[in-house]
């Protein structure tokens, strides 16, 4: 695919949204990895592990109701350089909990979590449309390669904490942290020169009433609710459930685990961007959802560990489309809303990881209560919430199905309608 004149332009921008993505996915599920040393150094437990997943997502979720509208009035640029900035401020709050707060590291972490979360959030406002709007022969791709590194960040989260713990030592957690805060500081920089695409003027917007009325629009919402829940619960909890749950070293559970979950959830996505103009994705969040139920059944009950890391990257190449794909075909169906339902689609996503990252976090320390004489409680609470966990892809087949019908996605996909002449400055 040759790049067209318009989109060379907006190259630079481009790159900063990739980066931006990058950095979103890196931020939001970093303190997942550091779980088992929290655990360890702060006395945290399951339920307050399960509350920072919860609260990462509900201020993303916040964040995706609140600015939609904003930033269709005041334009891209000033809330790409607020995001980069609030989560350097975020995460340098989280690296200096134990400083800051000692003994009541747990205060200040769900606060500096609420920071860099709500700035995560904020970027799923701003990416996709800014990504998908701008004039390309297949905007699809360009929206799915940004995607996929989203997948990048969580497979440098993954790969890059983990082995930069082991190289410093858990205890020096927070040097990790501090680390990952260099980048958005740097990104920021890209954004005050990257050109930005017109946002849907005002008079021609679809209002809000509207669009919550519409049959689409509510079934995409619970479909990405399930669907995104489906994809990143595995983030969320992957690496805990394999040390704690299976009793893989830390190292080996996060390098072959979690990255080659991101490793095929970014296939999945590359391979979509340059191959995927012909292919349906109701077709493919359907399939994928199905195949997820069946993979969610061996990551609870597979009798070896290898099992599970199979099911893992298994988990990321069949998810992947669940939240992309959901956002394309709604967005397609429904234009002439601006920034505004690419916020409510995420809050949505962002509302399902929430709800079940904190389930199986209170599901884990429920079941370990009754677990079995002569049974580890702990791996026994983990491995029954995740029995409980199957559900989930389940019921994002079940919404995925009627979407099908609601939002049909046209396969062979048309040039970019015009953004009319507001500009996104």
């Given amino acids: ?57 509900a201020a993303q979720f916040a964040a995706d109701l609140g600015f939609g509208g904003l930033v269709n009035r005041f334009g891209y640029r000033p809330f790409c350089l607020g995001s980069q900035l609030a989560i350097v401020a975020g995460l340098a709050l989280f690296a200096g909990a134990p400083w800051l707060a000692p003994g009541r590291e747990f205060v200040v972490f769900l606060v500096a979590t609420v920071l860099f979360s709500a700035a995560a959030g904020l970027l799923e ?35 890059v904490t983990t082995v930069l713990l082991r190289v410093l030592d858990d205890g020096r957690w927070q040097l990790v942290v501090l680390l990952w805060a260099l980048l958005p500081l740097y990104n920021g920089f890209r954004f ?26 509510i079934t995409a919402f619970f479909a990405i609710f399930f669907g995104a829940a489906t994809e990143l619960l595995i983030v969320q909890w992957g690496s805990t459930y394999l040390e704690g749950g299976l009793g893989l070293p830390k190292v080996v559970g996060d390098v072959l685990g979690l990255c080659f979950f991101s490793a095929m959830l970014a296939a999945a996505r590359l391979l979509y961007a340059k191959k995927g103009e012909k292919l349906n994705l109701n077709t493919l969040m359907i399939g994928g959802s ?37 956002i394309v075909v709604t967005a397609d169906r429904l234009p002439l809303t601006g920034a505004l339902i690419f916020g409510l689609l995420a809050g949505g996503g962002d509302l399902g990881i929430a709800v079940s990252g904190q389930a199986v976090g209170w599901l884990s320390d429920f079941f370990a209560g009754q677990a079995p004489a002569g049974q580890n409680a702990a791996e026994y609470g983990l491995r029954m919430a995740m029995v409980v966990a199957i559900a989930i892809p ?23 309608q015009s953004t009319c002449n507001e500009p996104g400055r």
């Fill in 1 to 57: 695919m040759t790049t067209s004149e318009p989109e060379r332009d907006f190259r630079r921008t481009l790159s900063a949204c990739n980066l931006a993505g990058f950095i979103q996915s890196a931020t939001m599920n970093l303190s997942p990895f550091l779980f088992v040393p929290l655990m360890l150094l702060y006395g945290l437990t399951y339920t307050q592990l399960g509350t920072l997943v919860l609260v990462n997502f």
């Fill in 125 to 159: 406002v701003l990416l996709s449309p800014i990504t998908k709007s701008i004039p390309a022969a297949n905007s699809e791709a360009n929206f799915m390669i940004m995607h996929s590194s989203f997948a990048g960040g969580i497979f440098a989260a993954a790969l």
């Fill in 290 to 326: 199905a195949v997820c139920v069946a993979l969610y059944v061996v990551v609870a009950l597979a009798p070896a560990a290898w099992l599970v890391i199979v099911a893992f990257g298994l988990v990321g190449f069949c998810s992947s489309m669940l939240w992309t794909g959901t």
């Fill in 394 to 416: 389940v019921l994002s087949l079940l919404c995925q199905l009627p979407l099908r019908r609601l939002a049909p996605h046209r396969a062979l996909h048309r040039e970019p």
């Fill in 192 to 217: 005050l020169r990257a050109p930005m695409p017109a946002i849907v003027a005002g008079p021609l917007r679809m209002k809000v009433g509207s669009l919550l009325r519409q049959p689409a629009f």
